[in-house]
Each structure stands twice: as structure tokens, then as C-alpha cells.
């Protein structure tokens, strides 16, 4: 079991930046993966970055590629990821996820994920 707890969230100017936090606590030797996700109210929830175990390879979204950066603490420091968001748009306004163990499959896709946060709200206004 995994839990994960998500922190940074809040407002911010378009063009302005935020930094979420997300620690994982419980069997973290089990993670596959660590990832973000956000929902739009009235839309679907989407993947916009993950991270594999050992920090190496991480994956975004078209819509954040550039803009959006996601890291580790450290490579043996499983349980602690950053995503850090620059040049923040309106259209990122949603609240943000972190999932944990990836279990196959799409990596953006939500039913791929195990374990989720309870999500920080993001606002972005113009």
C-alpha cells in the first residue's frame, strides 16, 4: 500500500510559476513509478508527467512539454517528487493528482496507476 500526499498547490498569474510536492508514504520499494496528473472540472483527469524508479527517463504531456519539469529528491530517495511548473497558462487550472506504481500500460492513462493523492488545487488566472 501507498499513499500519497501531494502539497504546493495554490494561485498564480499566467506566465508565473508553482512547484507541487508530492512525498509517498508506505512500501515504497514497491513503486514502479511516480507521476501527475490534474482534472479540469467537467473533464476528463489527464497525465502530465511521470517519473520512472531510479529517476532516468521522465515523460510529459504535449500540453506542458517545456513548461513543466518533474524530478526526484534523489535517486535513492523513492518517495519524494517535484513537479515544477513555469510559464503557467489558464488552461492549467485544475486540481493536481500524484499517483504512484505505475502498473503497465499508457503511462497517462489513470486506470495504468495504482495509488492516488487526494490533489492540490492549481489556479492559474489571467
Known amino acids: 500500500q501507498l499513499y500519497p500526499v501531494e502539497y504546493g498547490g495554490g494561485s498564480a498569474q499566467a506566465g508565473g510559476s508553482l512547484t507541487l510536492s508530492c512525498e509517498v508514504s508506505?512500501?515504497?520499494?514497491?513503486?514502479?513509478?511516480l507521476g501527475w496528473f490534474r482534472q479540469a472540472p467537467g473533464k476528463e483527469r489527464e497525465g502530465v508527467a511521470a517519473i520512472n524508479t531510479d529517476g532516468s527517463r521522465t515523460y510529459y504531456a504535449d500540453s506542458v512539454k517545456g513548461r513543466f519539469t518533474m524530478s526526484q529528491e534523489n535517486a535513492n530517495v523513492k518517495n519524494m517528487v517535484y513537479l515544477q511548473m513555469t510559464n503557467l497558462k489558464p488552461e492549467d487550472t485544475a486540481m493536481y493528482y500524484c499517483?504512484?506504481?505505475?502498473?503497465?500500460?499508457?503511462?497517462?492513462?489513470?486506470?495504468?496507476?495504482?495509488?492516488w493523492g487526494q490533489g492540490t488545487q492549481v489556479t492559474v488566472s489571467s
Open positions: 508506505g512500501h515504497t520499494y514497491l513503486s514502479n513509478c
Open positions: 499517483a504512484a506504481d505505475w502498473r503497465g500500460g499508457t503511462w497517462s492513462t489513470r486506470g495504468a496507476w495504482i495509488y
